[in-house]
């Protein structure tokens, strides 16, 4: 079994900042990348930003440079730091772990999602 689980999300006001944490545990051979996604109310799940096994990092235009994603030493553990929030950012965020089993299956697993509210 392999979970995903997120934690971080909360209700902040306009300017301020939040930082997401996504673990990833079971039986995992390997992690190839791991992501932030988001859903608002009637809208299609994003992207929001993206880090592969190699460090490459990937962004929403609309994010750049007010969110940063980064990887802890434990490798299976993914951080969204998010600066500067806007209502818009307001939205339910999943995180998203690419990985290879000890099976040699490549499978993507999804979290819960935490509730990101930002208020004007």
């Known amino acids: 079994q392999v979970q995903v689980v997120e934690s971080g999300g909360g209700l902040v006001q306009a300017g301020g900042s939040l930082r997401l944490s996504c673990a990833a545990s079971?039986?995992?051979?390997?992690?190839?990348?791991m992501a932030w996604y988001r859903q608002a109310p009637e809208k299609q799940r994003e992207l929001v930003a993206a880090i592969t096994s190699d460090g490459s990092t990937n962004y929403a235009d609309s994010v750049k440079g007010r969110f940063t994603i980064s990887r802890a030493n434990a490798k299976n553990t993914v951080y969204l730091q998010m600066n500067s929030l806007k209502p818009e950012d307001t939205a339910v965020y999943f995180c998203?772990?690419?990985?290879?089993?000890?099976?040699?299956?490549?499978?993507?697993?999804w979290g819960k999602g935490t509730l990101v509210t930002v208020s004007s």
């Open positions: 079971g039986f995992i051979f390997s992690v190839n990348a």
């Open positions: 998203n772990v690419h990985l290879r089993t000890y099976t040699s299956n490549v499978m993507d697993y």
